[in-house]
């Protein structure tokens, strides 16, 4: 089944603890991305990834690291964590090359509390 | 900035068909209009696209105005599970792919 996994999908940490969330995706896509999703604000796009070793920001990415070492994983860093960074995040992977008309597939999200 | 308009909330009857309509007044000639949907407790799911033509799939219809600066998504007949937050999208030729996501649209669909 074509899919986006996200892990862990909940996780409450304290501020400060490095913590990695993964994402992979099993379609053979070149791009992914990683949105949050905060109440008012609707989601924004953190940093984006065009292939492998090729990386670059989004609308929100202070505070965030991310790697594309291989084509199915994008994992999203929070080095020190704040509790600004609490927050639903999504990661997404799509055909790629730029194309307006490709479609994005979504992972199911993980709920991130910072204490 | 979203570039598109869409109600906040609308409300359906079950198996009755539903409009769901989307302003993008200021849309250039390149752009594709996208709709995604976003169930309680899941990550956005997508919907249709399309240039100018109307589109037709599984899920729903989309019909795009002749001038472009609006579309419509239809449901034919609305479920329960289609209770959603429906999200009209502009997609730029040759960008970066980010979608940007308004507030969307609110849609229950009542028994």
């Known amino acids: 089944e074509a899919q986006v996994t996200q892990n862990p999908r909940y996780l409450i940490t304290v501020t400060g603890k490095k913590l990695t969330v993964t994402c992979s995706q099993n379609m053979n896509h070149e791009y992914m991305s990683w949105y949050r999703q905060d109440p008012g604000l609707g989601l924004r796009q953190i940093y984006y990834s065009m292939n492998v070793e090729v990386t670059d920001k989004g609308d929100v990415p202070e505070g965030y690291k991310v790697s594309r070492k291989e084509k199915r994983n994008f994992p999203l860093i929070l080095e020190s964590p704040s509790p600004n960074q609490t927050s639903l995040y999504f990661c997404?992977?799509?055909?790629?090359?730029?194309?307006?008309?490709?479609?994005?597939?979504f992972g199911p999200g993980t709920r991130l509390t910072v204490l | 900035d979203a570039k598109t308009t869409q109600p906040n909330s609308m409300e359906s009857n079950e198996e009755e068909p539903v409009h769901l309509p989307c302003n993008h007044s200021t849309i250039s000639g390149t752009d594709y209009i996208h709709w995604y949907r976003q169930l309680p407790s899941q990550g956005p799911e997508y919907v249709i696209h399309g240039l100018t033509s109307n589109v037709n799939n599984r899920m729903a219809s989309l019909a795009i105005a002749e001038d472009r600066k609006s579309s419509t998504l239809i449901l034919h007949r609305a479920t329960l599970r289609d209770a959603a937050v429906y999200y009209c999208?502009?997609?730029?030729?040759?960008?970066?792919?980010?979608?940007?996501f308004g507030k969307g649209t609110k849609l229950t669909v009542n028994p």
């Open positions: 999208i502009r997609v730029a030729q040759g960008g970066s792919e980010k979608l940007v």
């Open positions: 997404a992977s799509s055909y790629g090359g730029g194309r307006p008309n490709n479609e994005q597939f």
